[in-house]
């Protein structure tokens, strides 16, 4: 699976969007962008994921460049519970087992 | 309703113990991990099965043994238990094992040896 980088941490004020950006440069036709979260002592939260579109869901919005080297996560209106660690993944589809292999993530602060 | 819970959620125990962690899922998903989140908090697969066999088996030590009596449920058997075992087990389902299927993760069994 291709690997992503992410910056360790970012600072968003609370209404406020947050942008997490991620580099995906070597991510090939048929893995798919993923984006988990981990709030402190809960287990991952899957948030949304993508191939090649541009999605959007309940949580939030993910944006994937053209060349689908990298992405952006988008949560609109953030809220101090937006704290946590979010991974971006990318994982391949070939029809057979895959797995999700979890990096060290942004860690996101939202502050009043 | 907890989609995927595990039990039970804090385990302290002695180093050369026995000890299982059970988890089960209600979403009526056919595939299930286990992972572990040391404590540099890197996440990294165990296991997988999906309708019960084994699909994922990554480098990890025979003391660990899975075993998934059925599609909703996989339990985590691990014999002779040492320090490095010590970490956050987290439980996940997903339908299907395909790349385009997300997963659903439980809340984690804090493991702690003495």
């Known amino acids: 699976d291709a690997k992503t980088t992410q910056p360790p941490s970012m600072d968003c004020a609370e209404g406020r969007a947050a942008n997490l950006p991620c580099n995906h440069s070597?991510?090939?036709?048929?893995?798919?962008v993923y984006w988990y979260r981990q709030i402190h002592s809960q287990g991952p939260q899957y948030i949304i994921h993508?191939?090649?579109n541009n999605e959007t869901n309940e949580m939030a919005s993910l944006i994937i460049t053209e060349d689908r080297k990298s992405s952006t996560l988008i949560l609109p209106h953030a809220t101090l519970r937006d704290t946590a660690v979010y991974y971006c993944?990318?994982?391949?589809?070939?029809?057979?087992?895959?797995?999700?292999?979890f990096g060290t993530g942004t860690r996101l602060q939202v502050t009043l | 309703d907890t989609a995927v819970s595990q039990t039970p959620k804090y385990l302290v125990t002695q180093m050369g113990n026995d000890k299982s962690i059970k988890c089960e899922q209600n979403?009526?998903?056919?595939?299930m991990y286990w992972y572990k989140q040391d404590s540099k908090k890197f996440l990294k697969i165990m296991f997988s099965?999906?309708?019960?066999?084994?699909?994922i088996n990554e480098t990890v030590p025979n003391r660990f043994s899975p075993k998934s009596p059925d599609k909703a449920h996989l339990n985590l058997h691990i014999n002779s238990l040492e320090l490095g075992d010590s970490a956050v087990y987290f439980c996940?389902?997903?339908?299907?094992?395909?790349?385009?299927?997300?997963?659903?993760f439980g809340d984690g069994t804090r493991l702690s040896i003495l």
């Open positions: 070597t991510i090939s036709g048929n893995e798919y």
């Open positions: 979403l009526g998903h056919d595939t």
């Open positions: 099965y999906n309708n019960k066999e084994l699909i």
């Open positions: 993944i990318v994982r391949v589809d070939t029809g057979t087992a895959s797995k999700l292999t």
């Open positions: 996940a389902s997903s339908q299907g094992y395909r790349g385009n299927q997300p997963q659903h």
């Open positions: 993508g191939l090649k």
